[in-house]
Each structure stands twice: as structure tokens, then as C-alpha cells.
């Protein structure tokens, strides 16, 4: 298959999925439950929610290891579980994937806040370096570092990744829109701020996951285009912005509103197309029809 950003420097645009925590709620996940978990105890369920992408045409599937750093996984008592859990994690998406489409190692935010002194730049390092190796040891073809607010910690798992596997490195901050009608990520950091230090710090692909609807999004990679023509560019966007609707957090865009925006995403800069929360199967296999036709 090559590497992902070769296909994209051959001019491919390239889909990836939607989102998962949705999915393993819908599958009986409940609240106050590790998710990571699940990769041992329901596996299957865990295949079945990667296999609902593949089948939808995504030529990428992310890994259910999004809180797998030992921090998060400390909250539930699993913190000395992190390897074998995110190991799985790839594992189980490798096999709905097969050898045809690749595989993303998910990594998230660790919930420790550097500037606040509750964690050092080598403790994330060091958390951030398990969960990348034990990404690649379960099959993952590159390393999707996201929903990152805090530039420094997104640095530390770039290293970490870079220095410690032989996957392609990704990266994606998450931005809200300000009252200016700018765009910040909750430590401040715009998307200018990123490409500059994202780049450097040695992440192959970078972008915006979460946090905003996909026409929201359309402005975010024009900045990025604006600072670099050439970095390839992911963008996961959420299905809207979520309102609270019969006791439930809903996304309201369906998947032709989404699919609407694509070409648009597309033309001004955008290499691979997702989503984040509240997309489903649907949403990809529409945004499938756009790329493709």
C-alpha cells in the first residue's frame, strides 16, 4: 500500500472514518466504563464498529485507544494495562481493515495539564511512547495523535511517536470559534501557532479534529494553506455543533449536509475527509460518493 502521505503526494484524497464512542455506548458501553476495556472484554463489538467504517468505503479506520495513555487509564485502576490494551486496540481495528486499508493508532489528550504542574514534559513523553509502541506492535500504519488543545503536549507525543516507531506521525488540534470569528484551541493556540511548531516538532500530516461542524472547518485549513501549501492535511469534523435535545446530546447534520461541504473542504486544501462525533457509516459512505465520483 505504500505510506499514507505518499498517496496523497500522488495527488489521492483519501477518506477516513467517523466516530466510535457513539457506537460503543450504542453496543452497551456505560458511562463510567473504561472503553479501552472493551478491546479484551467485548471484541468483537469493538471490530464490528471498525468493520462499519471499512464497509463504507474509508481507506483508514482509527483504533478504539483514544484515552489508552496509563493516565487516563489510572482513573479506572488500568493504568499498569496500557500496552496490552492499546496493543489490542490496533490489533482488532487491523482486523476489520485487513491488509487493503490502513490503520490509525489513536491517541488522545492525557487530561494532565503541564502549565498547571501536574505532569512533566517527560512523564507525557514517557506515557505517550508506550501507547505509540504498543500501537505498532498491535499492526497500526501510523500514529493519529488528536483532539490535542496544548501545543507543548501535542509536541511530546509527536516525539514520542517519531523517536519510538517507525509509523507515520500525525497530528490534529481541536478549535473553537471565538467571539471574533477566529479560531483557538482552549489553551489559545491558533491554527497558524500549530502548523509553525507542529511541523517542526516532526508530525507528516496535521489538522483539526472535533470541536467544529465541517463548514466551520473549511476555514481552518484555508489558515492552514495559508502558512503551508504543502503539509498534508487531515480534518475529522464533527456532524454540527451538539444540541441537547429529549434528555440526549445530538449532532444534527445528516450525511448530505456533510457530504455538501466536502468539496468545498477539499478545494481548499484538505487531504483526507472524516468525522468525528456524531458521524456514523453513513456520513463516511456519503463523503465517499464526493471524493470518489
Given amino acids: 500500500m505504500g505510506k499514507i502521505v505518499d498517496q496523497i503526494k500522488a495527488g489521492k484524497v483519501l477518506v477516513s472514518d467517523g466516530a466510535w464512542g457513539t457506537f460503543l455506548h450504542a453496543k452497551g458501553l456505560k458511562a463510567g466504563e473504561c472503553p479501552e476495556l472493551w478491546n479484551i472484554t467485548h471484541a468483537e463489538d469493538v471490530v464490528d464498529i471498525a468493520r462499519g467504517y471499512i464497509d463504507a468505503g474509508s481507506d483508514m479506520v482509527e483504533t478504539n485507544s483514544f484515552g489508552g495513555s496509563r493516565f487516563k487509564l489510572a482513573n479506572y485502576g488500568l493504568g499498569d494495562r ?17 491488509k487493503d486499508k490502513y490503520v490509525l493508532g489513536s491517541i488522545g489528550p492525557t487530561g494532565k ?18 501507547q505509540a509502541m504498543a500501537l505498532e506492535a498491535g499492526g497500526a500504519d501510523a500514529i493519529m495523535i488528536e483532539t490535542m488543545t496544548d501545543i507543548e503536549e501535542a509536541i511530546q507525543a509527536i516525539k514520542a511517536s517519531k523517536e519510538n516507531t517507525k509509523c507515520e506521525v500525525f497530528c490534529t488540534m ?17 491554527p497558524t501557532d500549530m502548523v509553525n511548531q507542529i511541523i517542526d516538532a516532526g508530525a507528516e500530516l496535521i489538522g483539526a479534529n ?14 492552514i494553506r495559508e502558512n503551508d501549501a504543502e503539509i498534508p492535511v487531515l480534518i475529522h469534523a ?4 451538539p ?8 449532532f444534527p447534520e445528516s450525511p448530505d449536509e456533510m457530504a455538501g461541504v466536502t468539496k468545498e473542504l477539499i478545494s481548499a486544501g ?22 470518489r465520483h
Fill in 113 to 130: 495539564i503541564l502549565m498547571m504542574g501536574e505532569v512533566t514534559p517527560e512523564d507525557l513523553y514517557d506515557a505517550f511512547k508506550e
Fill in 210 to 223: 472535533c470541536g467544529n461542524g465541517i463548514k466551520d472547518m473549511v476555514s481552518i485549513v484555508k489558515e
Fill in 174 to 190: 481541536t478549535f473553537d470559534k471565538t467571539v471574533n470569528n477566529d479560531f483557538r484551541s482552549m489553551m489559545g493556540v491558533s
Fill in 238 to 241: 464533527n456532524a454540527g455543533m
Fill in 270 to 291: 484538505a487531504n483526507i475527509v472524516g468525522g468525528c462525533c456524531g458521524t456514523t457509516p453513513a456520513h463516511i459512505a456519503k463523503i465517499v460518493e464526493i471524493v
Fill in 243 to 250: 444540541i441537547y435535545q429529549d434528555g440526549q446530546t445530538v
Fill in 82 to 98: 496500557a500496552f496490552e490494551l492499546n496493543k489490542a486496540a490496533a490489533e482488532l481495528s487491523r482486523k476489520a481493515a485487513g
